[in-house]
């Protein structure tokens, strides 16, 4: 089974129908302070609306709840090559 990880979570994501869930790296002005960074996992509907939004302090705990609540929903990775012609700036 695919997974998120420390080494690709930046262009991963699973994916449930119009669902997508995946992990993005944010702060806020008290982890700034602290020098740390926060880890968001969202779950996003086909219409670019947020359904779900949960904050993480670690990357590692981030990355094991996703793939615990979406493990298995269908992994995608974003860097694949899409099908097309690959002189199109497109692809």
Same mark, same amino acid.
């Given at each position: 089974?695919? =997974? %998120? !990880? #420390?080494? !690709?979570?930046?262009?991963?994501?699973?994916?449930n129908g119009p669902y997508r869930a995946f992990l993005?790296?944010?702060?806020?002005?008290?982890? #700034? $302070?602290?020098?740390?960074? #926060?880890?968001? +996992?969202?779950?996003?509907?086909?219409?670019? %609306?947020?359904? +779900?939004?949960?904050?993480?302090? =670690?990357? $590692? $705990?981030? /990355?094991?709840?996703? !793939?615990?609540?979406?493990?298995?929903?269908?992994? %995608?990775? #974003?860097t694949a090559k899409k099908e097309g012609c690959s $002189? /199109? %700036?497109a692809h």
């Amino acid at each position: 089974m695919q =997974s %998120i !990880n #420390l080494e !690709n979570w930046t262009y991963t994501r699973f994916e449930n129908g119009p669902y997508r869930a995946f992990l993005s790296l944010g702060a806020d002005p008290e982890s #700034l $302070t602290a020098d740390g960074f #926060l880890y968001y +996992m969202t779950v996003m509907n086909g219409e670019e %609306i947020e359904v +779900m939004q949960k904050t993480f302090t =670690s990357l $590692t $705990t981030a /990355c094991l709840y996703a !793939n615990d609540h979406y493990g298995d929903w269908t992994w %995608i990775d #974003l860097t694949a090559k899409k099908e097309g012609c690959s $002189t /199109c %700036i497109a692809h």
